[in-house]
């Protein structure tokens, strides 16, 4: 099973993308599915979450600005991103977290720039 993360690109600031990640098989025992970034030359931050239940989690940097979802199905995590800002470039992991074992996604680059 992988994780694919699609939706990335140029933005200016203040502007809006949305980050898709597609699982390429059926995971099960899904507890968790999130998203994290890391940008150059700083650790992988934790961006946002949605549990199995539907509670969703943020990082005080992105609260109020980003909004995770994801399909009935749990094959699909989505990020809202608006109101970008410089400092959110950054290449954007997808993560989903099972009864077993994390999945990562491959990343996807977000540059934030007028």
């Known amino acids: 099973v992988q994780l694919q993360a699609s939706g990335g690109g140029l933005v200016q600031p203040g502007g809006s993308l949305r980050l898709s990640c597609a699982t390429s098989?059926?995971?099960?025992?899904?507890?968790?599915m999130g998203w994290y970034r890391q940008a150059p030359g700083k650790q992988r931050e934790f961006l946002a979450r949605i549990f199995s239940g539907g509670t969703t989690n943020y990082a005080d940097s992105v609260k109020g600005r980003f909004v995770i979802s994801r399909d009935n199905a749990k094959t699909m995590v989505y990020l809202q991103m608006n109101s970008l800002k410089p400092e959110d470039t950054a290449v954007y992991y997808c993560?989903?977290?099972?009864?077993?074992?994390?999945?990562w996604g491959q990343g996807t680059l977000v540059t934030v720039s007028s």
């Open positions: 993560n989903i977290v099972t009864a077993w074992r994390d999945y």
């Open positions: 098989g059926r995971i099960s025992s899904i507890t968790i």
